[in-house]
């Protein structure tokens, strides 16, 4: 490739900077310069990559290894085997990959592969391709991957895909040779068994050439939207008749993990300009069953996007695309595939939760397979905010008991595992399901209630600051929430990620001696929390009771609008007989309650009053 060299250096100069940005992690950095060719007879595309790839790593490469997800939909391959086999099969997936014919099947070939220029040796073992390198990549240096590959768009089944049960042609995610990423644990090269991604953080430039009549949408921004109009013109400009069949999208995508593509020959193409200068695109195949909903959606998803930048970070892209494909809810930079056929509510609650993962996936990079929860189960969290915000919820209404109920469900099913599975390794979908999303949720649920309301919104904020474009883990969101409360929290992470261990506190006794009433509190599950108890009196007054745990070195703030405290006292965990009695003077109770704020995840809610 004629251009390849300066290209190169400016990424060398990219690569340098973000390694100085950087202040005690490194992460590998990647440019995708990608071309490809679609048929939308065959479903079959042609595509050719320049991969600059940076090695910010202390570590010299020996290996590669590539993502060719649409391995995936073969009869017989591990994704097939699992889905077929696990106990509770995916109804999306089923038996169905086994059942794919020739035509109907994906795949995704590499045909040459060079770095530098040499050819790398390699092989495709399913979903994964092994490459030993020509050279060593060393330290602080980059290199230039150069591909050709062939795929063919299988028929819909889980995500990706063509034709899907809505009728839309392509909905194209995972769809190219995507570079596995390196970190400080190594190489994830993760088989596409059914969960989650992975990515490095890097510029994609993405040209598709696909049939004239076909509307396109996704990651990145279109680059000639004047010569290709689709709605994508600027306002009053004339777009010239094309010349051929074929039109050439050309996509620039700056700082994301993943390039998604959608494209149907009948899609609706609206577009809402917001002040911030964020564009919404919505695509959608105009029905009796998405026009009048899709119609309405236009009001909600600024609505959320704004929501989201006040409370969360400042949305950092200029357009987001809600474009219908897919087969559920599926995010992806700058955008989202959902399905479109339903009712108003379901159509907000999935747009906002894919939207919500800009945040948590898009713009804060975890590993999602190893951890799940911090991209599922934040944006569960801030979801539920953002629906109890533009659906204007009462502000009693606790937005996160869906979450909580899920969680409690998981753990009454036996069928628990701790949130720190690697997602494809769960025994079942449902104990991956509501571990990643409920109980993760809940990781954050509780935070606000042991660091307070007000911490925790601070903390998350000064998660995203630290965080952004970045792969935190979750010892790097348990040191933010320390950092900004001052509190010890190493133990929550420890009981909540690694274990299964429950939270489960009573009033045991409340009794009176005429001078002072005796409130003995117990702790019957195994997991320590501390505890807020609320002693309302007969007047109709309230005071709290504040037991904060001896290991959190410290205490939250008093939260606003929740009842003064008049007493503090530190609990250990390790005393024998798990009960203590506080002493407070005497006054007429109406009712003593643990945690009346339902955030702590206690799973016995039961014996958590005591009513007079
Ligand atoms: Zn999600």
Known sequence: MKNSCSFLLFLVLMGTLQVNAQSDRWQQSVSYKMEVD??????????????????????????????????????????????????????????????????????????????????????????????????????????????????????????????????????????????????????????????????????????????????????????NNNEIGHGYEDEGVKVPTPESDKLTWHFNAPRVHDFMWAADPNYTHDKIEMDNGVTIHHLYIKSSRTASNWEKLKSYTPAALS?????????????????????????????????????????????VHELVHSWFHGVLGNNESLYPWMDEGFTSYASSLTMAHIFSEQPSENPHRGSFAGYQRLVESGLEEPLATHADHFHTNVAYGSAAYAKGALFLVQLGYIIGEETLANAMLRYWNTWKYRHPNPNDVIRVMEKESGLELDWFKEYWVYTTKTIDYAIKSVKEDGENTLLTLERKGLMPMPLDVVITYQDGSQETLYLPLAIQRGEKPEEKGKPKRIHTERW???????????????????????????????????????EF
Not at 160 to 181: C, F, H, L
Not at 321 to 347: A, K
Not at 576 to 597: A, G, M
């Open 38 to 223: 679609m048929d939308v007879n065959t479903n079959q595309y042609q595509g050719t990559q320049v991969i600059a790839y940076t090695n910010n790593s202390p570590d010299t490469l020996h290996r590669v290894f590539f993502h060719l997800y649409y391995n995936a939909f073969q009869p017989n391959s591990m994704m097939d085997v699992r889905s077929r086999t696990i106990a509770d099969p995916d109804r999306r997936v089923g038996d169905r990959i086994s059942k794919l014919s020739p035509e109907e099947i994906g795949y995704l070939h590499v045909q040459q592969l060079t770095m530098n220029g040499l050819p790398v040796d390699y092989e495709e073992v399913e979903t994964i391709l092994e490459g030993n390198l020509p050279q060593p990549i060393l330290p602080f240096t980059t290199v230039l991957f150069e591909t050709r590959f062939e795929g063919q768009v299988p028929l819909q089944v889980r995500r990706a895909g063509r034709d899907s049960e809505e009728g839309v042609r392509y909905s194209m995610s995972q769809w190219y040779p995507k570079i596995s990423n390196y970190d400080y644990q190594g190489w994830h090269a993760n088989p596409y068994i059914g969960r989650e991604f992975y990515g490095i953080w890097g510029d994609f430039d993405v040209r598709i050439k696909i049939d004239k009549e076909y509307t396109l949408g996704g990651t990145g921004y279109l680059q």
């Open 307 to 351: 929501y989201m930048s006040e409370h969360f970070g400042e949305y950092p892209y200029k357009q987001f695309s809600v474009i219908q494909g897919g087969d559920g809810g599926m995010e992806y930079p700058m955008s989202t595939l959902i399905t479109g056929h339903r009712t108003l509510g379901s159509l907000v609650g999935v747009m």
């Open 572 to 610: 250990p965990w390790v005393e024998p007989e798990k009960t203590v009695t506080i002493e407070v003077p005497f006054r007429q109770i109406k009712s003593v309650e643990i945690d009346p704020s339902e955030r702590m995840a206690d799973i016995n809610r039961d014996n958590n009053k005591k």
